[in-house]
């Protein structure tokens, strides 16, 4: 059984320079070692939601990986390998957005509505997918990690922002 004793500690936090770099493209010879990181992201991701109450996807800077790569846990893990996106309109929403990087910090942002998501999947397969609305919204946040850039920056204004406390257990 692979080792899986990350802790909230594993993630980067806002104000290391790490997030702010350009990740670099995943080549099918990496897999292997890839594969036990996207272990890692997902449980995390578990990890996290357990503690916040939220969290669904984690980008692989956010633990110091600086490879193209997007882990999502929603229902079950799904690793995203080398993802573009594009946008079918420019029509965008306002939302509070979140991070993992600065899990007390809600950030005003806009995003498009919809999107178009290209990637391998974990068997070096090539996927595509339509989404709109949270999900859309959600793939833009972690394709953004993946060029170093973070929520804050795509704040609306100086009101932007509001301080998350997670419910007690
Ligand atoms: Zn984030």
Redesign the pocket.
């Known amino acids: 059984m692979k080792s899986l004793d990350v802790g909230l500690e594993n993630i980067l936090l806002l104000g290391d320079p790490r997030l702010r770099e350009n990740c670099s493209p995943v080549v099918p010879e990496e897999l292997d070692v890839l594969d036990h990181f996207v272990d890692q992201m997902a449980s995390l991701i578990v990890t996290f939601r357990k503690t916040y109450g939220k969290g669904r996807a984690i980008?692989a800077p956010?633990i110091g990986l600086l490879k193209n790569l997007i882990v999502i846990n929603i229902d079950n893990p799904v690793a995203l390998y080398n993802p573009t996106l594009s946008f079918p309109h420019n029509k965008q929403v306002e939302l509070w957005d979140d991070?993992?990087?600065f899990p007390n910090l809600m950030v005003r942002v806009k995003r498009y509505d919809k999107c178009t998501v290209n990637f391998k999947d974990r068997d070096w397969k090539d996927q595509h997918w339509e989404l709109e609305g949270d999900m859309s919204e959600l793939l833009q946040?972690?394709y953004d990690?993946l060029r170093g850039v973070?929520?804050i920056d795509r704040a609306i204004d100086k009101d932007a922002f509001k301080w998350f406390v997670p419910a007690t257990p």
């Open positions: 980008a956010q991070c993992m990087s946040h972690e990690h973070l929520a």
